[in-house]
């Protein structure tokens, strides 16, 4: 066996070897991409729970406002207008803070899918650049520089 035909299978084996780290890499970003999807479904429903919590303590707020009022015989007060108010504001700022949160992780979530297609173009990239590199170091080696006896 020649160190020409040693050369070749060495290539050859340098290309298989970028073309697993590519499957690899692929398998890698999709399993990333799954989890990521499960994150932010877990997301929503974490901000769907939270917005029936603060939707549950605003109407005890209410009640408990109503209540006491009624029991003071103030139903019709401003001061009872005012509190019931500011409970629904309150429900209002927790609301706007709850979807706040939820658009940030789908930021965080679509950059996640981002960089697992990044890095899957990176191991593309460097298996092509190996693949050159060694492309390269066999036509340069002395092997193919050998003069042909004619």
Do not use: Y
Request: glycine share 10%.
């Amino acid at each position: 066996m020649g160190l020409e035909t040693i050369a070749l299978i060495g290539l050859g084996i340098g290309i298989i070897g970028a073309g697993v780290q590519f499957v690899g890499q692929k398998k890698i970003a999709k399993a990333s991409k799954k989890a990521n999807a499960a994150r932010k479904q877990m997301a929503h429903l974490e901000s769907l729970r939270e917005r029936r919590k603060n939707i549950k303590l605003a109407l005890a707020a209410r009640a408990d406002t109503v209540s006491n009022a009624s029991s003071q015989g103030a139903l019709a007060s401003s001061s009872a207008t005012g509190s019931l108010f500011q409970t629904t504001s309150a429900l209002g700022r927790a609301n706007v803070a709850s979807r706040q949160n939820a658009e940030l992780s789908n930021k965080v979530f679509s950059a996640h899918d981002d960089e697992a297609a990044g890095g899957l173009l990176a191991s593309f990239g460097t298996g092509l650049q190996n693949a050159g590199q060694s492309l390269f170091n066999i036509s340069s080696s002395p092997f193919f520089n050998k003069p042909v006896n004619t």
